[in-house]
């Protein structure tokens, strides 16, 4: 799960969209909202995203060096079992 969300982030950042909402994460990853939310705190408390107080009622979320670094690994991993497109 981490990685789809690590993944979604980073996807539509790098569409250059404007802010990147924990909504518009949950629309493109094809979760409930409740979900994403979950998911994006346990990640805020891992380093991996850090999520703006002030946009309530949704978080406006951006990945973390530690974050990057993660997603990173992972896409390493899935290259290297053959995984990736």
Do not use: F, H, K
């Not at 981490?2 to 979604?8: A, D, I, P, R, S």
């Not at 404007?18 to 939310?37: D, I, K």
């Not at 946009?55 to 990057?68: C, K, N, Q, R």
């Amino acid at each position: 799960m981490q990685w789809l969300l690590l993944e979604t982030i980073a996807e539509l950042t790098d569409e250059g969209l404007g802010c990147v909402t924990q909504s518009a994460v949950a629309n493109r990853a094809g979760l409930a909202r409740g979900v994403a939310s979950y998911w994006m705190a346990m990640m805020e408390e891992y380093g991996q995203v850090d999520r703006g107080r002030d946009a309530l009622p949704t978080y406006d979320v951006i990945l973390t060096s530690g974050g990057e670094a993660a997603l990173r690994r992972c896409n390493e991993r899935l290259e290297a079992e053959g995984l990736t497109g």
